[in-house]
């Protein structure tokens, strides 16, 4: 497959950069060259940054008249070969999820990053919340599958966010980074390392863009201008992109395949991290900034000697499924807090047999240690 | 987690509270400090009580916001009002300005009176550099960055034409800070 090591465009060093900075910079790293958005809070320093930076490095940055058309002219870039990204907040998210859906079903890599703010609708605008994990896995209609990561720092901003390209390129799917305000405006020390590995599509001259014969994986990739024959298309198609929305067989294959080459993957896309979990009898399990807040917390009661663990999720979707498992037969009880009501804490339930205890907080705040701390301590 | 100190600075949208928590994170960084910084956003960052939290780390910080404050500093009396309970008992600091800030009677948090307003106005002739004489006498009595460090922050991140203004400002406020530790 087609990685290479390239060096940072960036000078090797420290910096002190907003997570929303860190992203674009981590996405101008990855050899994104194309953005197209709509400014929304809390995600704007992004898009302001990338307007700058596209500059600089001869990309290109438009600003669209809505995020349906940014969502649109990304994916029509992707396919004139561009590595191509926007960035929104859940209002532009849920406008999106309809190009999400071609995006998946065309098998076109994009990056879309997700500065989640308090919901539903218009709610919050400026306030911090964590409702639209769902909607990135099931926002669009039909069954597909997407790429999710959370990051819970600056620095994850910048790495995820370049891991997120790379996941794009080499599965060709759409790929979401799932921030919240407090991890986009948190302004943190980050490090940028002087080589990074980068993920380029797949070529092959006359392949079928759209399907292998025998294998559940990812064709390769031709872009318009190329000399390939090329045609995409929302509706079922075949392995050359002809509509065939008749045939039963290609329908099943297609729509089997688009799934199977991100599920027959999964353990090599899924990162978690464990905290203490080799003695642990309760765990929390988190991820987003609320990570920061369990790790704190589990930090402090593993001080007092109490046996308390942490799994983080650094990735959503495809669900982390095996990690949760193993951490679900360890301990007795699992804690999930999160700002929503229970998005993920549905998820960790389909997958083990203790009690799963969710901590909700939707009121536009971060969770406090505080809030955690007492809600372990009842347990 | 050794060595962790957190600075809250405060006072109206305007005064310039968020870029003087930039430039003491920026700072902190060129020191090799591992540093989070948060502060007000939207609506409240623009004219209405307005903060700008720093914790510094030798090792990476786990909760990135600010716990309890080491250092207030308190640049309106609404600001003062709502964080000076807030701050370390033992250990903690809080800068303010007579002119401007009545203290609360009965607080046991060491309290140092800085007369910013007075040097802003008088010294450098702009009310608007009064967030930068702060930093200038909370470094000079506390150390907690390098002068070399703020001065690069300041040319980093301020712009030329308000860069001379700034550094005077730096100077100002560190000769303060040297007049109140004697």
């Known amino acids: 497959m087609p990685s290479r090591w390239a060096k940072s465009p960036f000078p090797k060093g420290r910096y002190y950069f907003s997570g929303n900075e860190a992203a674009a910079e981590g996405a101008i790293a990855a050899g994104c060259r194309f953005y197209s958005g709509y400014p929304i809070t809390p995600s704007s320093e992004l898009m302001e940054r990338m307007a700058v930076r596209l500059r600089k490095v001869g990309g290109i940055f438009i600003q669209m008249e809505d995020e349906i058309a940014s969502i649109c002219a990304v994916l029509g870039a992707s396919w004139a070969g561009a590595k191509a990204m926007t960035a929104t907040s859940g209002p532009g998210f849920s406008l999106m999820q309809e190009g999400i859906g071609y995006a998946a079903f065309t098998e076109t890599p994009c990056v879309i990053v997700d500065v989640q703010r308090a919901g539903p609708c218009t709610g919050q605008a400026t306030k911090v919340g964590s409702g639209d994990i769902l909607q990135a896995r099931y926002g669009s209609h039909g069954d597909y599958q997407v790429i999710a990561l959370s990051p819970w720092s600056s620095q994850e901003m910048y790495d995820l966010t370049l891991r997120a390209f790379n996941l794009s390129e080499q599965y060709r799917v759409p790929v979401m980074v799932m921030a919240d305000e407090a991890v986009g405006h948190l302004r943190e020390t980050i490090e940028v390392a002087p080589r990074i590995e980068v993920w380029d599509r797949k070529k092959e001259k006359g392949a079928a863009p759209f399907d292998i014969e025998g294998q559940d994986s990812v064709p390769p990739m031709p872009s318009f201008g190329e000399g390939e024959r090329l045609s995409v298309t929302g509706s079922t198609h075949d392995g050359y992109g002809f509509r065939k929305t008749d045939d039963p067989e290609i329908q099943a294959r297609l729509v089997g395949r688009i799934n199977r080459k991100i599920l027959d993957h999964k353990r090599s896309i899924i990162e978690t991290e464990s905290h203490f979990m080799e003695e642990a009898e309760i765990a929390v399990i988190a991820y987003g900034f609320t990570a920061r807040t369990g790790l704190f917390v589990v930090n402090r009661l593993r001080k007092e000697g109490k046996n308390v663990g942490m799994l983080r999720l650094k990735t959503l979707w495809p669900f982390p499924d095996e990690a949760v498992a193993e951490a679900g037969r360890k301990v007795k009880k699992i804690m999930v807090p999160e700002m929503n009501l229970g998005q993920v804490a549905g998820e960790v339930k389909k997958y083990v047999p203790c009690d799963v205890i969710s901590l909700s907080q939707t009121n536009g705040e971060v969770i406090g240690p505080e809030k955690i701390l007492e809600t372990l301590k009842k347990i | ?182």
């Open chain 2, 1 to 182: 987690m050794i060595g962790i100190m957190q600075v809250r600075l405060s006072g109206f949208g305007g005064q310039g509270v968020v870029l003087a928590g930039l430039l003491l994170g920026q700072a902190g960084v060129f020191d090799g400090k591992y540093i989070s910084g948060s502060n007000s956003y939207g609506a409240q960052a623009r004219g209405s009580g307005c903060k700008s939290e720093v914790v510094f780390s030798d090792s990476p910080v786990d909760f990135p916001h600010l716990t309890t404050a080491d250092i207030l500093i308190a640049m309106s009396q609404g600001a003062y009002d709502i964080y000076c309970t807030d701050v370390r008992e033992e250990s903690g600091l809080i800068l303010y300005d007579q002119a401007v800030v009545t203290p609360r009677e009965g607080l046991t948090v060491k309290h140092i009176d800085l007369p910013v307003t007075e040097v802003s106005v008088r010294r450098l002739k702009s009310k608007q550099a009064a967030n930068i004489v702060y930093l200038g006498a909370l470094i000079e009595s506390t150390r907690i960055v390098t002068t070399g460090s703020i001065r690069k922050a300041i040319t980093m991140h301020v712009g030329e034409r308000f860069r001379s203004l700034n550094l005077k400002a730096l100077r100002a406020g560190m000769d303060l800070g040297r007049k109140v530790h004697g």
